[in-house]
């Protein structure tokens, strides 16, 4: 991350603001105040809360930093100070990298620009900018820490910093901390004697090596693994296990069981990814993931068992249902900022939406409809209508059905997992079709996000991010990048959060066994991306190609065979029908509609006696409808149905259907609130409406008029042959 200052300035700055002669800091001071009484007191500082930063104030400050069971590193800035600014990212990366160590030492940061902070950095005698200061655990609240001066500005020398500073830490160490010291072949016996099964990894380092104690903190969080390091100096170990590459690390059980951890490359990110996955090994206070986890009963949605190293349709089907006919379903008049969301979300939708051709001529639809409208607000309703406006080619499932993204209970995945899922597919359509504008797909998602996305938390710090460097984005491939980089910020935030899935814990994605090419490390050891070749795994990873279509809500279905029956039912529902047939186009959808068969037909007044026969002859035929979908599916060559377990599955969501009467159709909907009851009413309008599109009522009046038009047409030629057959016969 570039640094917003010049580099020149930023250095003229900081010599101004540092640590030289009395007089200078007088200077500082003055400019100080005046910059913060020139803007008024109010500075945004250069952290916010979804940096893993404590960010301290005048009110919090006894209660974070004193007798705190954990180290502290605070940092002392000033927004307005150049270098501080530069500087910046490099404590937001330290404060990603050290996630983990947070029991044991964290960071914090204090805006001394802030008029409101004063007291705070006088009380620590602060002068310059940026200022560290190392607090140890249990410090009292006279204390100012120790002042570190001349400190690193990379990410692995402040690193190296703390750890030195945990080591020479004063009795007593946070107790969280575990120990950092060498181990011995004499202490390593006798810790096998107790452990009782515990898993035990040895670092082996060369005696100058920070590995050893980075990656025992890394696992400080972590049960059923200790993890101690192994100096090349320690003979008996290394003879012991025949070590000879340094690092490397072991599992040891004896002193003859143990293993190398396999590892794509031998530095500290690939050790603590291994060791924190090894079975057995849980994050501390985090649920033990079990098996059981996974067996539904009767009456949850039965688990799906699917590939994680592929993206589903089915997710993205189930978000674009979601977001469209749920979460914009609380905003009943859309308008300003909104509906400019709106329509740049429905746009990006129908550019790139990689969807089956129903689900793509549905989204194409409502744009269009989107772009005739030249209000400046909306009625959701309106939108609904538009949307819902079905034919047997122009469709979007009313169900949501999550694959990839299915959590392990209800409260997990889901619907996020889905937009993120659905946001990457849409960046990479983008580029796969060189797109004009860059930023279209990231500022329809921001857009989006902002003025919708139900979670508002994940809004405000997904706007940070945006804000921060989204306009930077110059072309369709910064795009996917940026996306997927921002992405794993979220997910080195998220892990360990109590929103996180215990079976599918956050990894900084893709991890080293699915994208082996997408990881090296830079000459020091640090861990860094490859960008090229993750660019290259996502644009495969996403592609369109890529995507599985394995259990597909079936409910594009109803429609096909519906119509099917329908048309074979034509002549009598023409006679039943007769001029009423036009009306059925007009009534798509009523709202609050009730929740029994009788009622529902007796409060739509406006509905075509038609209706209720359909309604009838649906319920009847449900169960015969199985096999034909079965078939059907098979058939349908975009629509890939692969095994049994498919067809038992479609049987089973049938019969489902018909045991439990509609509410069957999308079970998981229930989880959710449901604003002013869409759903059941749309559900409700689902069944009434199925099989019957505007394009066979369309046909079928053609056809009437049509054959109307015949008979005429014959009567008056037949009239007008007999008047000349007359005139013929009298002319003799
Ligand atoms: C815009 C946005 C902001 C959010 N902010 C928050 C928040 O502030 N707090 C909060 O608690 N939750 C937030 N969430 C939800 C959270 O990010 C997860 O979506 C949710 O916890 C479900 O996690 P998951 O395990 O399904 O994986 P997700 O993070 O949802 O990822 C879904 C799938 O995408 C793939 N993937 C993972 N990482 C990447 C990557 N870097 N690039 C490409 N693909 C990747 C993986 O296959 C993964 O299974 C946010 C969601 C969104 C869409
Ligand atoms: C710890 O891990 C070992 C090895 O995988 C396993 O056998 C043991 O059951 C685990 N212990 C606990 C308490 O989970
Ligand atoms: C089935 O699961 C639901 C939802 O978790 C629960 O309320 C219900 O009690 C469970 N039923 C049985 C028989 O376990
Ligand atoms: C999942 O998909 C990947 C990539 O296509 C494939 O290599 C792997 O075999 C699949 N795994 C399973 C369990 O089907």
């Known amino acids: 991350m570039a640094a917003r200052a010049s580099p020149a300035t930023s250095l003229s700055r900081w010599r101004m603001c540092g640590t030289a002669a009395v007089r200078v800091r007088l200077v500082c001071a003055v400019l100080c105040v005046m910059c913060v009484l020139c803007s008024g007191g109010v500075r945004a500082g250069l952290y916010s809360e979804s940096d893993q930063v404590a960010i301290l104030s005048p009110d919090n400050v006894d209660a974070v930093l004193f007798n705190s069971p954990s180290a502290a590193l605070l940092e002392f800035y000033a927004s307005w100070c150049g270098h501080c600014v530069a500087f910046s990212p490099v404590w937001k990366k330290l404060a990603l990298d050290i996630k983990e160590w947070k029991l044991a030492v964290y960071l914090a940061a204090i805006d001394c620009a802030d008029e409101s902070n004063r007291a705070v950095c006088v009380r620590f005698g602060i002068t310059g900018y940026p200022s560290l200061r190392f607090l140890p655990a249990f410090s009292s609240n006279d204390s100012t820490g120790e002042d570190l001066r001349g400190f690193s500005r990379d990410v692995a020398g402040l690193r190296h910093l703390i750890i030195d500073k945990l080591e020479s830490h004063k009795h007593p160490g946070p107790p969280a901390c575990p120990p950092l010291e060498k181990t011995s072949a004499r202490e390593i016996d006798s810790y096998v004697e107790n452990s009782r099964g515990q898993n035990l990894a040895l670092v082996f380092e060369e005696d100058d090596s920070y590995v050893g104690r980075e990656v025992i903190l890394d696992l400080l969080q972590y049960e059923n693994i200790t993890v101690r390091r192994v100096l090349r100096s320690e003979e008996e170990l290394v003879s012991r296990l025949s070590v000879t590459d340094f690092p490397s690390v072991y599992l040891y059980k004896t002193h003859t069981n143990f293993t190398r951890l396999p590892v794509l490359k031998e530095a500290r990110a690939f050790y603590s990814y291994a060791?924190?996955?090894?079975?057995?090994?849980?994050?501390?206070?985090?649920?033990?993931?079990?098996?059981?986890?996974?067996?539904?009963?009767?009456?949850?949605?039965?688990w799906r068992p699917f590939n994680k190293t592929r993206v589903y349709m089915s997710?993205?089907?189930?978000?674009?249902?979601?977001?469209?006919?749920?979460?914009?379903?609380?905003?009943?008049?859309?308008?300003?900022?909104?509906?400019?969301?709106?329509?740049?979300?429905?746009?990006v939708l129908d550019k790139y939406f990689p969807g089956r051709p129903p689900v793509k001529n549905a989204l194409k639809a409502v744009n269009d409809w989107l772009q005739k409208q030249k209000v400046t607000s909306i009625n959701y309703s309106d939108f609904r209508e538009a949307l819902d406006t079905t034919s047997a080619d122009s469709y979007l499932p009313k169900a949501v059905r999550w694959m990839g993204c299915q959590g392990s209970k209800q409260h997990y995945r889901g619907y996020?997992?889905?937009?993120?899922?659905?946001?990457?597919?849409?960046?990479?359509?983008?580029?796969?079709?060189?797109?004009?504008?860059?930023?279209?797909v990231l500022q329809a998602m921001r857009r989006y996000v902002s003025s919708?996305?139900?979670?508002?938390?994940?809004?405000?710090?997904?706007?940070?991010?945006?804000?921060?460097?989204?306009?930077?984005?110059?072309?369709?491939?910064?795009?996917?990048?940026?996306?997927?980089?921002?992405?794993?910020?979220?997910?080195?935030?998220?892990?360990?959060?109590?929103?996180?899935?215990?079976?599918?814990?956050?990894?900084?994605?893709?991890p080293p066994d699915l994208c082996p090419a997408c990881h090296s490390l830079k000459p020091g050891g640090e861990h860094t991306w490859l960008q090229d070749e993750v660019l290259?795994?996502?644009?495969?990873?996403?592609?369109?190609?890529?995507?599985?279509?394995?259990?597909?809500?079936?409910?594009?279905?109803?429609?096909?065979?519906?119509?099917?029956?329908?048309?074979?039912a034509v002549p009598v529902q023409e006679q039943e029908a007769g001029g009423e047939v036009e009306e059925e186009e007009m009534v798509e959808e009523v709202d609050g509609?009730?929740?029994?068969?009788?009622?529902?037909?007796?409060?739509?007044?406006?509905?075509?006696?038609?209706?209720?026969?359909?309604?009838?002859?649906?319920?009847?035929?449900?169960?015969?409808?199985?096999?034909?979908?079965?078939?059907?599916?098979?058939?349908?060559?975009?629509?890939?149905?692969?095994?049994?377990?498919?067809e038992q599955h479609v049987r089973r969501t049938k019969r489902d259907l018909a045991a439990q009467e509609v509410e069957g159709l999308a079970l998981e909907m229930e989880a959710e609130p449901e604003p002013y009851g869409h759903s059941r009413s749309t559900r409700w309008m689902f069944v009434l409406s199925v099989g019957f599109s505007r394009l066979d009522v369309s046909l079928c009046v053609t056809l009437y008029l049509l054959s109307?038009?015949?008979?005429?047409?014959?009567?008056?030629?037949?009239?007008?042959?007999?008047?000349?057959r007359r005139t013929k016969v009298a002319l003799p």
């Open 275 to 302: 060791l924190q996955r090894l079975p057995g090994v849980v994050r501390e206070g985090k649920p033990r993931p079990e098996v059981s986890d996974f067996i539904r009963n009767e009456t949850e949605e039965q």
């Open 315 to 347: 997710d993205l089907e189930s978000a674009l249902h979601y977001s469209l006919r749920v979460e914009l379903a609380s905003h009943l008049v859309i308008s300003g900022e909104a509906l400019i969301a709106l329509r740049g979300y429905v746009s």
């Open 416 to 440: 996020p997992c889905a937009m993120w899922t659905l946001f990457h597919t849409l960046t990479v359509q983008a580029l796969e079709t060189e797109s004009k504008d860059p930023q279209e």
């Open 452 to 510: 919708f996305f139900g979670c508002r938390p994940c809004a405000v710090h997904f706007k940070n991010m945006a804000q921060e460097s989204m306009d930077n984005v110059n072309s369709l491939r910064a795009a996917v990048l940026w996306l997927w980089s921002r992405h794993n910020r979220v997910n080195a935030r998220l892990a360990g959060e109590l929103s996180e899935d215990p079976h599918f814990p956050k990894v900084q994605w893709p």
């Open 536 to 568: 290259a795994f996502l644009r495969n990873y996403y592609s369109a190609q890529h995507l599985l279509h394995d259990f597909l809500s079936d409910d594009i279905a109803p429609p096909l065979t519906e119509r099917r029956k329908a048309r074979e």
């Open 593 to 646: 509609a009730p929740q029994d068969e009788k009622s529902a037909s007796e409060a739509l007044p406006r509905k075509p006696s038609i209706v209720g026969l359909r309604l009838r002859q649906f319920r009847e035929d449900i169960v015969d409808l199985d096999s034909f979908i079965v078939q059907h599916y098979k058939a349908k060559a975009p629509l890939k149905r692969q095994d049994t377990e498919d």
């Open 708 to 724: 109307t038009l015949c008979i005429v047409a014959m009567c008056l030629y037949f009239r007008v042959k007999r008047r000349q």
